[in-house]
């Protein structure tokens, strides 16, 4: 059985007041065998670490550079994000791949960076609008899946969230079909390259306007574990009832 996995991405927003979230989620979830995981900004990791430390939720950082150390003002290493006690990094965002132009080859030589600091890659992957309208979704996810993993996936090191760009903060959704027709192929493409086991055990999220009126639905697709959130991770309130949905699915 694939574990499930509720991860929350705060991308440019809150300062330690946000913090209080943690502990507001932490009260609402309770025990729960789901991994449930927040992404803060680089300033607050230490300090999420620190405030989700006796609760369930793990701590993972939104990027990192490739390189372990050296002359990258502004960046920071997968092994910095580690020494936080955060276990996740999330690479390859839509965000990132348009803001900073990151190429697959750029992911790929940062998701063995996380690696390297054992630290598990939430890779992102997604077609834009132009690219959905013109039917080559399934070839774009091809794409960034064989250009962005490194070969030593295991079941352990690697998350893959599927975020269609045009659905990431605009409140449209594809439907269910598109949803297990996208996982499903994600799924296909890992089982044949890195076998059955390996293959079935990588965790698939669906990421792109998840909300609490939605999830029951997204999670009924078969090869979706979990959901990236964005916007609706920001408040405990918010992303508490996206988590119970995933825990009934
Ligand atoms: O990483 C999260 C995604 O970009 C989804 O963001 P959103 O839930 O605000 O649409």
Redesign the pocket.
């Known amino acids: 059985m694939r574990r499930k996995l509720a991860a929350g991405?705060w991308?440019m927003n809150g300062t330690g007041a946000a913090l209080e979230e943690l502990d507001e989620l932490s009260r609402m979830i309770g025990t729960t065998a789901l991994q449930v995981v927040i992404c803060p900004p680089a300033p607050l990791l230490y300090r999420a670490c620190e405030a989700a430390q006796d609760s369930i939720i793990a701590i993972g950082g939104q990027d990192c550079h490739s390189a372990a150390a050296g002359a990258h003002t502004g960046d920071i290493s997968a092994a910095m994000i580690a020494d936080t006690g955060a276990q996740y990094v999330?690479l390859g965002?839509?965000?990132r791949r348009a803001d900073h132009h990151e190429s697959d080859a750029d992911i790929h030589a940062k998701v063995k960076a996380a690696w390297a600091a054992e630290l598990t890659a939430i890779l992102?992957i997604g077609e834009t609008a132009e690219q959905q309208q013109s039917g080559t979704t399934l070839e774009i996810l091809a794409t960034q899946l064989a250009g962005s993993l490194p070969d030593a996936v295991s079941a352990t090191n690697t998350v893959i969230?599927y975020?269609p760009v045009w659905?990431?903060?605009?409140g449209k959704v594809p439907s269910l079909e598109q949803i297990a027709e996208t996982h499903d192929f994600i799924r296909d493409t890992l089982i044949t390259r890195f076998g059955e086991t390996t293959g079935n055990a990588v965790p698939l999220l669906y990421?792109?306007?998840?909300k609490p009126d939605n999830a029951e639905t997204i999670f009924r697709a078969e090869n979706v574990d979990g959901a990236?959130?964005?916007?609706?991770s920001l408040k405990a309130s918010d992303f508490a009832p996206i988590i119970a949905a995933l825990d009934r699915a």
């Open positions: 991405n991308k999330i965002h839509s965000e992102c969230a975020e659905a990431i903060g605009t990421g792109g306007s998840v990236l959130v964005g916007g609706a």
